[in-house]
Structures are given as C-alpha cells and as structure tokens.
C-alpha cells in the first residue's frame, strides 16, 4: 500500500507525479492582491495626550528604591523548574513578577509570551504539553483574569495535562488600591477552579512560595497529570528582601506510577488466553517509545486495536488497527482492555439520542473488562468529566505508558503464536484493506464541488506536507475524521489528539502552544491546524502571538461559515417535534456578515490567503503557504468548506 497520494480527481491514491515536490515557490510568496482598504481619519493626539502616552514615569524618590524584591526570588523559584515559558496577558496583580522575569531573569528560562486573552495563555500550556512533555506556566491577573483563562484550565483538567497556572492577586486589603483593584482581587482566588486542578496553593512568605511552587510543578507532572495553581501575592512579590537568602527545595528525579506487576501479569495472561483480544487507546501514548511499545503488545497477542484519538496511540494504517470497525471486533471480543481509556462504558456500549435515551452493550455476555489507568485516582465530586462507571473484571490503578514494558514482557513470557492467532491478523488486515478501499472512495465524491469538500482539503494538505515532519495540532473529530482516516500517522508527535472538555476554542489556543513545541524540538516540523471558523473566533488574537513571536504555524480555517454541530442538534430537535429545519440556522450560522479571515490575520501581521472556494486554487495556495512556514513564520488560508 503506497503512502504517497496525488490529488488528482482520478489518479488520487496514485503515486505523486513527477516534480510535484518543486510546486512550492522557492522564495517567500508575497500576499496576493488586495481590495484597497480605506483607513479611517483618527483625530491626531493632543500634546497632552503625547506627552502622557510617551514620558518615562518620574523616578523614584531614593527612599523608595527597593533593591531586591521578593519578585526577583519568586523568578528564582520559577528559574529552577524546567519551565521554557510564561505566557500572559498583562495585570497590574502581578506587575512585579513581570518586570523580574524581563530584568532581573533576562526574560530567558522562562521567556514571558505575550498573549491578548487568558484563555489563550492557558490554552497555549495545553497544546505545549503535549508535545514538549513537560509544563510551561501561564500567569493571569486576578478574578477577571481567572475567569477569562477558566475554560482553558478546564480543558486541560479534563484532558489530564500539566499546566502550572500562576494566578496575581492583593490579599492584604489595606495594600488594595481604590477601585478596580478591590472588583480584581478575592479572598480564595483559586475557588472558582478549585474543582478542575489538581492541586492550589495561596503562599503567604517566600519559603512557602518556593515550596508550593516546587510542589505544584511536581503534582502536575505525576500521573495522572493535570494544572496546578499558584496565588501570586502582589504586595508580598513587591516587597524588599535585600540579601536574605532563602532555600529553594530541590526537584529531584521522580519516576511514574505503575500497575502492580502481579496484576499485570493476570492481565497478560488473560489477553493471551482470548480467542479474540481488543486494546482500547486513549490518552496512552505520550512518546515514540510508548508508541513502539503498544504496537509490539498488539502483535504479540493479535490483538485488535480501537484508537480513541485521545493521542496519537497507534499507527492509523497498520493492519491491527480496527479503529473503523470497532462495533464488530467488540461484538467477536473476549477480552477487552483499556488502556488510559477516558470513556470506557462509552466504548464498549451503543448509545442513541432520542427522546428516551438508551444504551447496550456491544460485547457478547462473559467479555472480561480490564482496565488500566491512572485517572481514577483523580476523580472530583462536581465536574462530570470522568464519564459513566464500568465495571471491571480487573481494575489495575497505574500510568498506561509507564505500565507498558512490564505488560508486555509478561505478555512475551506467556503468548505463544497460534495458527488462529495467524488467522485471526490475516482476516484484521484483510478487513484494514477494504476499509482504506471504501475510504479512498468515499473521499473522491463531491471532490470538484465548491464549497470544497473537507476530504479534499485534508488531502490537499496532506499531498503537500507527506514528504515533511508534519504534526498535526487540532482536531481530527470536526473534519469527520478525514486525516486519522487517510493520511499515515507513524509518529508519536504527529497527532495532538482531542480537548479533553470539548470547550470551542481549544483547537486554536492550543496548536499554537503545540506550534511552540514544535520549533524548539527543532528539525523543521511543520505544525498543521485545520480550524474552524467558530472556534478560531474564540481565540482570533492567537495569530498576532503567532506572528510576534515567530511560531511557525500552517492554519487553514475550515470555514463553513457555522457552528454545523450545533446546527445539526437544533435540526434533530425541530425533527423530534415535527417542525420544518428551515429556522435551524438561525442562532447557528455565522453569516451576513461573512467574516474575512485573510483580512483578519492580514491585521496581525500572519501572511494570508482567501476566501479561497474554487477546489483546483487549493493546492497552489498551500504551497505558497507552506513556503512561508518553512521559513519560520505563521500563515494562514481562509477556505470556503461544506459542512463536514
């Protein structure tokens, strides 16, 4: 099976033709033309104005030059922790942290990012992780800032990622000024988000900052992982501490949580034992090594594989995986495992939304359940995020990657191969082949329409970014599953995987941090976000952070100009009453007027493209664009979609 495509109507899934890699203009291409624009008449300044807006403050009296503050010790704290970055936007609750990140740390390990939205200096924490393994810090300006970044620590809980989340706040009410800094300060600033991190801390003096600071890190980063937060004391950060010295714990080497060896073992022995094994894959798979792991425990037991997408937990095309067919292979199954499974009741059970909801097992009466995961020693009382309980025959408590060595060697130490073990791959990859068949084809119809399917715009991307180390940062659910279905996923970082809480607006905060990660890991990834129009309207200010800080990104916004999910519930309920889906529209559409994305990211300094609805414009714009990722820069292609 070949992995290279074409994207010509016929010869699709043929072999490339030949020069196609030369389509890519070897210089930079220039924005296309224009419309002018008339610029509005601004009123000049007054001198007044000027003279406020450009002088310098007036210098501190010499009795009040603080010296050393403990704004510069807490840069101290940050500085040993292996945090690359902080991102924020602006507050006056944590100006003396900020100025001694910029001066007295050199704003260099962490280097502050500047960010227009909180949730965009969170979200950049989650997309980060994921591919940096390991946490940046987002800094956020008190109660109005908490509740802006909110939904992003809310995702990242939810998709069990580390994130520390450094929160700016007055305690002491008689350093409050009048005003805005009482509305902007709290008594428990982290209460709002106390039920979706791991763990929180509001220090009171420096040895108590270091040592939640160090603690906090350390929660986030043992499975199962999750953000943590730090109340930053303004008017403790601002005080003077001279040359005290104070000690900064250490942050020594922790290893991860695993299953207990003789229940893995029992687990081994039951796979091996099953006339019909499935691996359930969730949230897994965090590095190359993991990954090779997971694919040699399916080949020693002949297990077919589900990947829930949580992260890139297996290779979309190797025969084992019955990802598309995971209704038949649980129906035949006689052991099923999860492994970092987030939903596993989801999984094995059918479910249908009609007026009286109802649900049955896909798995034939006595399927052994086992399962494996660290997750349940993270559940909270309020938020539903941890799914419907399902009984397991084994339930091992542990860190699935973490855990997989020890499975697999004792799955090594007692499977054999059999000839229905070989029976059984061989009919597993016949039924892969005839499933990418059926994908093939059903990837070319409407494939000359306009608006342009999405199956033709994810294999346009893809013919043009095959042959580089591509990753792809957002989403593959709302493309209908288009990449995970088609393109040849083999490394770990090459997919970031789902948002954990659903939120609208992850995918773009987030492959921006993932975008991050990528050009520090060096080597020349091209970081691919396939976005939608709603969800980059939540974060649009992420691309003039792309665009300040240099994080080459290939953003194409899948614009079919709704919320179409949405669209499609309200469609559901006017059928359920018996009412015409006409009025679906409204409340769901974003038209009238039409938002220019080209124009948008134009703004921000982000080379651009579109509307682009004509399919045979496509692939010319994503090599003019990927031109300019490759020379270190975002870009962005505004295409006009159908609706999934």
Same mark, same amino acid.
């Given at each position: 099976?070949?992995?290279?495509?074409?994207?010509?109507?016929?010869?699709?899934?043929?072999?490339?033709?030949?020069?196609?890699?030369?389509?890519?203009?070897?210089?930079?291409?220039? +924005?296309?033309?224009?419309?002018?624009?008339?610029?509005?008449?601004?009123?000049?300044?007054?001198?007044?104005?000027?003279?406020?807006?450009?002088?310098?403050?007036?210098?501190?009296?010499?009795?009040?030059?603080?010296?050393?503050?403990?704004?510069?010790?807490?840069? %101290?704290?940050?500085?040993?922790?292996?945090?690359?970055?902080?991102?924020?936007?602006?507050?006056?609750?944590?100006?003396?942290?900020?100025?001694?990140?910029?001066?007295?740390?050199?704003?260099?390990?962490?280097?502050?990012?500047?960010?227009?939205?909180?949730?965009?200096?969170?979200?950049?924490?989650?997309?980060?992780?994921?591919?940096?393994?390991?946490?940046?810090?987002?800094?956020?300006?008190?109660?109005?800032? $908490?509740?802006?970044?909110?939904?992003?620590?809310?995702?990242?809980?939810?998709?069990?990622?580390?994130?520390?989340?450094?929160?700016?706040?007055?305690?002491?009410?008689?350093?409050?000024?009048?005003?805005?800094?009482?509305?902007?300060?709290?008594?428990?600033?982290?209460?709002?988000?106390?039920?979706?991190?791991?763990?929180?801390?509001?220090?009171?003096?420096?040895?108590?900052?270091?040592?939640?600071?160090?603690?906090?890190?350390?929660?986030?980063?043992?499975?199962?992982?999750?953000?943590?937060?730090?109340?930053?004391?303004?008017?403790?950060?601002?005080?003077?501490?001279?040359?005290?010295?104070?000690?900064?714990?250490?942050?020594?080497?922790?290893?991860?949580?695993?299953?207990?060896?003789?229940?893995?073992?029992?687990?081994?022995?039951?796979?091996?034992?099953?006339?019909?094994?499935?691996?359930?894959?969730?949230?897994?798979?965090?590095?190359?090594?993991?990954?090779?792991?997971?694919?040699?425990?399916?080949?020693?037991?002949?297990?077919?594989?589900?990947?829930?997408?949580?992260?890139?937990?297996?290779?979309?095309?190797?025969?084992?995986?019955?990802?598309?067919?995971?209704?038949?292979?649980?129906?035949?199954?006689?052991?099923?495992?999860?492994?970092?499974?987030?939903?596993?009741?989801?999984?094995?059970?059918?479910?249908?939304?009609?007026?009286?909801?109802?649900?049955?097992?896909?798995?034939?009466?006595?399927?052994?359940?086992?399962?494996?995961?660290?997750?349940?020693?993270?559940?909270?009382?309020?938020?539903?995020?941890?799914?419907?309980?399902?009984?397991?025959?084994?339930?091992?408590?542990? %860190?699935?990657?973490?855990?997989?060595?020890?499975?697999?060697?004792?799955?090594?130490?007692?499977?054999?191969?059999?000839?229905?073990?070989?029976?059984?791959?061989?009919?597993?990859?016949?039924?892969?082949?005839?499933? $990418?068949?059926?994908?093939?084809?059903?990837?070319?119809?409407?494939?000359?329409?306009?608006?342009?399917?999405?199956?033709?715009?994810?294999?346009?991307?893809?013919?043009?970014?095959?042959?580089? %180390?591509?990753?792809?940062?957002?989403?593959?659910?709302?493309?209908?599953?288009?990449?995970?279905?088609?393109?040849?996923?083999?490394?770990?970082?090459?997919?970031?995987?789902?948002?954990?809480?659903?939120?609208?607006?992850?995918?773009?905060?987030? +492959?921006?941090?993932?975008?991050?990660?990528?050009?520090?890991?060096?080597?020349?990834?091209?970081?691919?976000?396939?976005?939608? %129009?709603?969800?980059?309207?939540?974060?649009?200010?992420?691309?003039?952070?792309?665009?300040?800080?240099?994080?080459?990104?290939?953003?194409?916004?899948?614009?079919?100009?709704?919320?179409?999910?949405?669209?499609?519930?309200?469609?559901? $309920?006017?059928?359920?009453?018996?009412?015409?889906?006409?009025?679906?529209?409204?409340?769901?559409?974003?038209?009238?007027?039409?938002?220019?994305?080209?124009?948008?990211?134009?703004?921000?300094?982000?080379?651009?493209?579109?509307?682009?609805?004509?399919?045979?414009?496509?692939?010319?714009?994503?090599?003019?664009?990927?031109?300019?990722?490759? +020379?270190?820069?975002?870009?962005?292609?505004?295409?006009?979609?159908?609706?999934?």
């Amino acid at each position: 099976m070949t992995d290279t495509f074409d994207v010509k109507r016929r010869g699709f899934f043929g072999a490339v033709a030949a020069g196609a890699a030369g389509a890519a203009a070897s210089t930079i291409p220039g +924005s296309p033309a224009k419309a002018q624009t008339v610029k509005p008449t601004v009123a000049a300044p007054t001198v007044q104005q000027a003279a406020a807006e450009t002088q310098a403050p007036l210098a501190p009296k010499e009795s009040e030059l603080v010296g050393r503050t403990a704004s510069d010790f807490m840069v %101290d704290v940050l500085k040993s922790l292996p945090i690359d970055y902080v991102a924020t936007m602006p507050g006056s609750t944590f100006r003396g942290l900020h100025e001694s990140l910029v001066n007295y740390g050199g704003n260099k390990a962490p280097e502050l990012l500047t960010c227009l939205h909180e949730e965009v200096a969170v979200g950049m924490c989650h997309g980060y992780a994921k591919i940096a393994h390991k946490p940046m810090a987002s800094l956020i300006h008190g109660v109005v800032g $908490m509740q802006h970044g909110s939904m992003a620590i809310y995702n990242c809980w939810a998709d069990r990622v580390p994130a520390l989340v450094m929160i700016g706040n007055t305690q002491a009410l008689e350093e409050r000024r009048p005003g805005a800094e009482w509305a902007h300060s709290a008594q428990d600033n982290a209460a709002m988000i106390r039920d979706f991190v791991k763990w929180d801390d509001m220090p009171v003096s420096l040895p108590h900052f270091a040592e939640s600071t160090v603690r906090a890190y350390q929660q986030s980063v043992t499975p199962p992982f999750a953000p943590t937060a730090i109340v930053v004391n303004g008017d403790l950060a601002e005080s003077s501490i001279g040359d005290v010295k104070i000690d900064i714990p250490a942050l020594g080497h922790r290893y991860m949580p695993v299953g207990d060896p003789a229940a893995l073992m029992e687990a081994a022995k039951m796979l091996a034992g099953a006339q019909a094994p499935v691996l359930v894959l969730d949230r897994c798979v965090r590095t190359q090594e993991g990954l090779a792991n997971v694919v040699a425990l399916a080949e020693a037991l002949g297990a077919a594989v589900i990947d829930k997408g949580g992260r890139m937990n297996f290779p979309n095309r190797h025969p084992l995986n019955q990802s598309g067919r995971a209704k038949t292979v649980l129906a035949e199954a006689d052991v099923v495992m999860g492994i970092e499974t987030a939903d596993l009741y989801g999984v094995i059970h059918s479910y249908q939304d009609r007026i009286h909801r109802v649900g049955r097992p896909l798995t034939k009466p006595g399927t052994k359940i086992i399962s494996l995961t660290a997750s349940e020693l993270l559940i909270h009382a309020n938020f539903q995020d941890f799914q419907r309980m399902q009984a397991a025959d084994l339930s091992i408590i542990g %860190d699935g990657e973490s855990s997989l060595p020890l499975l697999l060697a004792a799955v090594r130490s007692v499977a054999t191969t059999s000839s229905a073990m070989t029976d059984r791959v061989k009919k597993y990859a016949d039924a892969a082949r005839e499933d $990418m068949d059926r994908q093939r084809q059903a990837a070319t119809y409407a494939w000359d329409a306009s608006p342009i399917s999405v199956a033709r715009i994810c294999m346009e991307i893809y013919d043009k970014v095959q042959h580089e %180390d591509w990753s792809l940062t957002a989403p593959s659910t709302f493309l209908s599953g288009w990449p995970t279905r088609l393109w040849n996923f083999t490394k770990a970082h090459q997919y970031s995987g789902e948002s954990g809480g659903y939120g609208v607006g992850y995918a773009s905060v987030a +492959s921006l941090g993932a975008a991050l990660a990528h050009r520090d890991a060096g080597g020349g990834r091209i970081p691919v976000a396939v976005l939608g %129009d709603g969800d980059l309207m939540c974060a649009p200010s992420i691309l003039w952070t792309a665009a300040h800080h240099s994080i080459p990104i290939l953003i194409v916004v899948h614009n079919n100009r709704a919320y179409h999910q949405e669209l499609m519930h309200v469609q559901r $309920m006017a059928a359920r009453h018996g009412r015409g889906l006409e009025n679906a529209r409204v409340g769901t559409t974003i038209t009238n007027p039409n938002i220019a994305f080209a124009k948008l990211a134009d703004s921000m300094g982000v080379w651009s493209e579109g509307p682009i609805d004509d399919p045979n414009n496509l692939g010319p714009a994503l090599a003019r664009a990927l031109a300019v990722v490759k +020379s270190g820069k975002p870009a962005l292609l505004d295409v006009i979609s159908q609706p999934r």
